[in-house]
């Protein structure tokens, strides 16, 4: 799509936005739609951004029924063991625990932002810049951020631990042929991450809905993200898949199984630490940072870090202006965080 074209677009969904946000049940549903095809594409990236890399050749419909296929097993299983929850009670902590009765334009229009944003390839936290627009008590926006910050942390760790251990190995196989067994298993770690994923993020576009869906809900909820994740495959990511695919060695089935790998076991870590929902983005963002690091280290020859420092310096500041507009726009959106960010700032 060219730009004109996206703008049109992304005016025309405004529009819609401020028409639908006076009638509660239809803005409810809009507001969900936007924010499906947002979400998941701004996601791709951390989720998908090197199955695609990896997988770039294989057609799109077989690339959707896996995927999609284990999107739909992910959410039933949600929805069936917690009541109609789809959500793996992500939006049950506090302040996020009530659904919003009555929506404003802004709200609506929360997740056009986030499409703006993807279009410059910003990876932007969705969770802050979409909960925070719904959120009922300041300290929720606290809890989201420290822990998200945390998950940096631990996925650079953990990130740097492995690849000090396996660049050397992967270093002597990078011009080999893959053995056979990595295509499968990288299929397998790949799935994995997107069920983890589906576990912590759906929250984002369950945000406009009802805390527990109907059949009926759940129906209707399954085939926009499904819609949505085709166009997303079709398109193989995006812009933002520059993000991914400007990495060291991405492309390769090895490498891609082994950062799949980290990045779902530190999700499923903090699924189970806490109900508080966390951006996804920062731990993604930490984790090829460590990775980064990590094979430079092992180097021996021309260990310069210029460009590595370039990667990581500059992959933080897009999450950390993704951060700075999501909370000038939550400031802007939702009045009880403008209450918080002036209360704080007041003398």
Same mark, same amino acid.
């Given at each position: 799509?060219?730009?004109? *074209?996206?703008?049109?677009?992304?005016?025309?969904?405004a529009?819609?936005?401020?028409i639908?946000?006076?009638?509660?049940?239809?803005a409810?549903?809009?507001?969900?739609?936007?924010?499906?095809?947002?979400v998941?594409?701004n996601?791709?990236?951390?989720?998908?951004?090197?199955?695609?890399a990896a997988?770039?050749?294989?057609?799109?419909w077989?690339?959707?029924?896996?995927?999609?296929?284990?999107?739909?097993?992910?959410?039933?299983y949600?929805?069936?063991?917690?009541?109609?929850?789809v959500?793996?009670?992500?939006?049950s902590?506090?302040?996020?625990?009530v659904?919003?009765?009555?929506?404003?334009?802004?709200?609506v229009?929360?997740p056009?932002?986030?499409?703006?944003?993807?279009r410059h390839?910003?990876p932007?936290?969705?969770?802050?810049?979409?909960l925070s627009?719904?959120?009922?008590?300041?300290?929720?926006?606290?809890?989201?951020?420290?822990?998200?910050?945390?998950?940096?942390f631990?996925a650079?760790?953990?990130?740097l631990?492995?690849?000090?251990i396996?660049?050397?190995?992967?270093?002597?196989?990078?011009?080999?042929?893959?053995?056979?067994?990595?295509?499968?298993?990288?299929?397998?770690?790949s799935?994995?991450?997107w069920?983890?994923?589906?576990?912590?993020?759906?929250a984002? #576009?369950?945000?406009?809905?009802?805390?527990?869906?109907s059949?009926?809900?759940l129906?209707v909820?399954?085939?926009v993200?499904?819609?949505?994740?085709?166009?997303?495959?079709?398109?193989?990511g995006?812009?933002i898949?520059?993000?991914?695919?400007?990495k060291?060695d991405?492309?390769? #089935?090895?490498?891609?199984?082994?950062?799949?790998?980290?990045?779902?076991?530190?999700?499923?870590?903090?699924?189970?630490l806490?109900?508080?929902?966390? *951006?996804?983005?920062?731990?993604?963002?930490?984790?090829?940072?460590?990775?980064?690091v990590?094979?430079?280290?092992?180097?021996?020859?021309?260990?310069?870090?210029?460009?590595?420092?370039?990667?990581?310096?500059l992959?933080?500041?897009?999450?950390?202006?993704?951060?700075?507009?999501?909370?000038?726009?939550a #400031?802007?959106i939702?009045?009880?965080?403008?209450?918080a960010?002036?209360k704080?700032?007041?003398?």
């Amino acid at each position: 799509m060219s730009d004109k *074209s996206f703008y049109i677009s992304l005016g025309v969904c405004a529009l819609i936005a401020i028409i639908t946000s006076p009638f509660p049940q239809v803005a409810m549903w809009v507001g969900f739609t936007f924010a499906a095809y947002s979400v998941v594409a701004n996601d791709s990236i951390q989720t998908l951004g090197t199955f695609l890399a990896a997988n770039r050749n294989r057609p799109t419909w077989a690339l959707w029924i896996f995927i999609g296929g284990l999107l739909f097993l992910t959410t039933l299983y949600s929805w069936s063991i917690y009541g109609g929850d789809v959500t793996f009670e992500r939006l049950s902590s506090k302040g996020f625990s009530v659904a919003p009765t009555h929506f404003t334009p802004l709200q609506v229009m929360a997740p056009l932002f986030l499409l703006f944003l993807t279009r410059h390839s910003i990876p932007v936290s969705t969770t802050f810049l979409i909960l925070s627009a719904f959120a009922t008590t300041a300290s929720s926006i606290y809890g989201v951020l420290a822990k998200s910050v945390s998950g940096y942390f631990l996925a650079f760790a953990c990130s740097l631990a492995l690849w000090l251990i396996t660049s050397e190995w992967m270093k002597k196989r990078r011009d080999k042929q893959p053995a056979k067994f990595w295509y499968p298993l990288q299929w397998i770690t790949s799935g994995t991450l997107w069920s983890v994923w589906v576990m912590q993020d759906a929250a984002n #576009v369950a945000v406009f809905l009802p805390r527990q869906l109907s059949l009926t809900q759940l129906l209707v909820y399954l085939g926009v993200l499904g819609g949505t994740l085709f166009a997303l495959l079709h398109f193989k990511g995006g812009k933002i898949q520059t993000v991914v695919e400007e990495k060291t060695d991405i492309a390769d #089935v090895r490498q891609a199984t082994l950062i799949d790998l980290v990045y779902a076991a530190v999700l499923y870590y903090f699924k189970i630490l806490s109900s508080i929902p966390m *951006s996804t983005t920062w731990v993604f963002i930490g984790l090829l940072a460590g990775r980064e690091v990590g094979m430079k280290l092992r180097k021996t020859k021309n260990r310069d870090w210029r460009t590595t420092r370039r990667l990581i310096f500059l992959d933080l500041a897009r999450v950390s202006l993704g951060l700075f507009v999501s909370v000038l726009l939550a #400031v802007w959106i939702n009045p009880v965080v403008r209450d918080a960010v002036l209360k704080a700032l007041s003398p």
